[in-house]
């Protein structure tokens, strides 16, 4: 049975751990490596800059650790990472289910309403390379801490916004929403991959991404209670839903600056992500000429651009069909609370099969049915009663169904570009799914126009359904190759093989060299070694 782990090509004769042969076979044996040599001096930063320093760090990152151990600590940074991307993610909805509400109050159309919310993918994509050297020169801590205070900045614009009321001012509050969405989405894998052992790495990317989830369905659900047309839309109410949204924001901001860390005092397995301060634009333009992973890239924006751009504007699709702004609030909010529910199950799941190919693909085949049964209703049956009771169904399944696509997507695409920092292949597949939603919500702007019909609501869904059979074909053509997982299990060998050699002296040698691997590792991967004086 041929096997889906691969060891990546670039490592073949890296110097570190040379991998000669790996078997094509499910046990993945090993039979040949050379072990790390210590004699080997620091690097100039100019060194660490050329094409043969970005091997070498590799090479490092490959080399076994001498301790090995977790820290309860980790659990209170995904909790805090994920709190703040509640909060961001419950200002980027917040006005999806109140269009009306929001042209009456603010004086404007529903395509300046919507732009509120294209905003958020444009300026991701526009920033999200940015956003890798933010984090790339201030570390997580401080990347953390200026995500959350740019979200409690725009949370305050907004208050100001409503007093007013001035509608470019909630614009630039949106951009500022969205820089720290760009300090958010990418992320997750990043944390995972310091913090947490591989057994719990895809529960942990899916925990912080579900709570981004939940943040969307919140603000879907409690927006049309706080304002509503005609006599909830004062300025009383207005500055009760922004003002929450702000006090919140600050209360995170407070707790991200005096709690957040950088990495944990020991590594959580072989392959964490100690130091992630590698020469990215090396990384990003290596990750754009894989065809294998532009595959799943542009298969996953696909998908799940075109069907995060339904979710936002489900208030205008249902409208036709003489479903409330409450109703699609509530809707919106039992469907994605239980996907984000799910990605935790499928989280799971994966990390005990590490099945991601077969996940995703059993995910997006569920996800286009119901969807067909959606469209062919929609088109159908005349009777809205009848179609509001079937929509009561089947829009939560749909998302049900789709959230979990997006943490399981997330780790496959950091198997495919190990070594690559996580930060890489997350900020390219996130960036697919902003590019794609913001082109769909586009178009679907242009189809619904200011007063949506039935058959305009049925042609949106029905190009998304278009999309979705073509995100499923890219999605099987696909090669999994799950480099990181291979390496975890070859080192995690390597390290057990040499602890039933070893005595006592040999384990304290063994600590010592992984001392001087760890400081080789950080001149390497920081380029803080000095350079030699001239002769």
Same mark, same amino acid.
């Given at each position: 049975?041929?096997s889906?782990?691969?060891?990546?090509?670039?490592?073949?004769?890296?110097?570190?751990?040379?991998?000669?042969?790996?078997?094509?076979t499910a046990?993945?044996?090993?039979?040949?490596?050379?072990?790390y040599?210590?004699e080997?001096?620091?690097?100039?930063?100019?060194?660490?800059?050329s094409?043969?320093?970005?091997?070498?760090?590799v090479?490092l990152?490959?080399?076994?650790?001498?301790?090995?151990?977790?820290? /309860?600590y980790?659990?209170?940074?995904? #909790?805090?990472?994920?709190?703040f991307?509640?909060?961001?993610?419950?200002?980027?909805?917040a006005?999806?289910?109140i269009?009306?509400?929001?042209e009456?109050?603010f004086?404007?159309?529903? #395509?300046?309403?919507?732009?509120?919310?294209?905003?958020?993918?444009?300026i991701?994509?526009?920033?999200?390379?940015?956003?890798?050297?933010?984090?790339?020169?201030?570390?997580?801590?401080y990347?953390m801490?200026?995500?959350?205070?740019?979200?409690?900045?725009a949370?305050?614009?907004?208050?100001i916004?409503?007093?007013?009321?001035?509608?470019?001012?909630l614009?630039v509050?949106?951009?500022?929403?969205?820089?720290?969405?760009?300090?958010?989405?990418?992320l997750?894998?990043?944390i995972?991959?310091?913090?947490?052992?591989?057994s719990?790495?895809?529960?942990?990317?899916?925990?912080?991404?579900?709570?981004?989830?939940? !943040?969307?369905?919140?603000?879907?659900?409690?927006?049309?209670?706080?304002?509503?047309?005609?006599?909830e839309?004062?300025?009383?109410?207005?500055?009760?839903?922004?003002?929450?949204q702000?006090?919140?924001?600050m209360?995170?901001?407070?707790?991200?600056g005096?709690?957040?860390?950088d990495k944990?005092?020991?590594n959580?397995?072989?392959?964490?992500?100690?130091?992630y301060?590698?020469?990215?634009?090396?990384?990003?333009?290596?990750?754009?000429?894989?065809?294998?992973?532009?595959?799943?890239t542009?298969?996953?924006?696909?998908s799940?651009?075109f069907l995060?751009?339904?979710?936002?504007?489900?208030?205008?699709?249902l &409208? /036709?069909? &003489?479903?409330? &702004?409450? #109703?699609?609030?509530?809707l919106?909010?039992?469907?994605?609370l239980?996907?984000? +529910?799910?990605c935790?199950?499928?989280?799971?799941c994966? =990390?005990y099969?590490?099945?991601?190919?077969l996940?995703i693909?059993?995910?997006?085949?569920?996800?286009i049915?119901?969807?067909?049964?959606?469209?062919?209703?929609l088109?159908v049956?005349?009777?809205?009663?009848?179609v509001a009771?079937?929509?009561?169904?089947?829009?939560?399944?749909?998302?049900?169904?789709?959230? /979990?696509?997006?943490?399981?997507v +997330?780790?496959?695409?950091?198997?495919?570009?190990?070594p690559?920092?996580?930060t890489?292949p997350?900020?390219?597949?996130?960036?697919?799914?902003?590019?794609?939603?913001?082109?769909? +919500?586009?178009?679907f702007?242009f189809?619904?126009?200011?007063?949506?019909?039935?058959?305009s609501s049925?042609?949106? %869904? %029905?190009?998304?359904?278009?999309?979705?059979?073509?995100?499923?074909?890219?999605?099987f053509?696909?090669?999994?190759?799950?480099?990181r997982?291979?390496?975890?299990?070859?080192?995690?060998k390597?390290?057990?093989?040499?602890?039933?050699?070893g =005595?006592?002296?040999?384990?304290?040698?063994?600590a010592?060299?992984?001392?001087?691997?760890?400081e080789?590792?950080?001149n390497?991967?920081? !380029?803080?070694?000095?350079?030699?004086?001239?002769?």
């Open positions: 049975m041929e889906n782990v691969h060891t990546p090509e670039y490592m073949s004769n890296s110097g570190g751990f040379l991998w000669q042969t790996v078997s094509d046990d993945m044996q090993i039979e040949q490596c050379e072990p040599s210590h080997r001096s620091p690097m100039t930063r100019e060194e660490a800059l094409d043969d320093a970005v091997r070498d760090a090479t990152k490959t080399s076994p650790v001498a301790v090995i151990r977790t820290t /309860p980790r659990h209170l940074m995904i #909790i805090m990472f994920a709190v991307g509640f909060s961001n993610q419950l200002q980027y909805v006005f999806t289910t269009v009306r509400e929001a009456a109050y004086n404007v159309n529903a #395509i300046a309403v919507n732009v509120l919310s294209l905003l958020i993918p444009i991701y994509v526009v920033g999200v390379v940015p956003g890798c050297y933010i984090y790339n020169h201030v570390g997580l801590r990347g801490i200026i995500g959350a205070g740019t979200n409690a900045f949370g305050l614009l907004k208050l916004a409503v007093w007013a009321p001035y509608y470019p001012l614009v509050a949106q951009i500022f929403v969205a820089i720290g969405q760009i300090l958010y989405l990418s997750p894998t990043l995972a991959g310091i913090w947490f052992p591989p719990e790495r895809t529960v942990a990317t899916a925990v912080a991404s579900l709570m981004g989830f939940a !943040g969307m369905a919140v603000g879907m659900f409690y927006s049309p209670h706080v304002v509503s047309l005609p006599d839309n004062t300025q009383k109410e207005w500055g009760g839903l922004m003002g929450s702000f006090g919140l924001s209360l995170i901001l407070v707790v991200i005096i709690c957040a860390r944990p005092k020991y959580p397995s072989q392959t964490s992500t100690e130091n301060k590698l020469p990215l634009a090396r990384f990003l333009k290596a990750q754009m000429r894989d065809k294998n992973f532009m595959l799943l542009v298969s996953f924006g696909l799940v651009g995060s751009s339904i979710a936002g504007m489900l208030t205008q699709l &409208e /036709p069909f &003489e479903i409330s &702004e409450e #109703i699609s609030g509530i919106a909010f039992s469907g994605i239980g996907g984000a +529910m799910n935790g199950v499928v989280g799971l994966v =990390d099969t590490h099945r991601y190919k996940t693909l059993i995910l997006t085949a569920i996800m049915v119901l969807v067909i049964i959606v469209t062919t209703i088109k049956v005349k009777d809205f009663n009848a009771v079937a929509l009561y169904i089947l829009i939560p399944l749909v998302e049900l169904t789709v959230l /979990p696509i997006v943490p399981v +997330m780790e496959l695409a950091v198997e495919l570009a190990y690559c920092p996580e890489v997350t900020t390219l597949v996130l960036a697919s799914m902003c590019f794609f939603s913001f082109v769909s +919500m586009m178009i702007s189809i619904l126009g200011d007063v949506p019909t039935t058959n049925f042609y949106c %869904l %029905l190009l998304t359904l278009c999309v979705s059979v073509a995100s499923f074909i890219g999605f053509f696909v090669q999994e190759k799950l480099c997982h291979v390496e975890d299990d070859a080192l995690d390597a390290v057990a093989e040499e602890d039933e050699r =005595d006592d002296d040999e384990g304290a040698k063994a010592n060299d992984g001392a001087e691997i760890h080789k590792r950080m390497v991967e920081t !380029g803080i070694a000095a350079s030699p004086p001239d002769d």
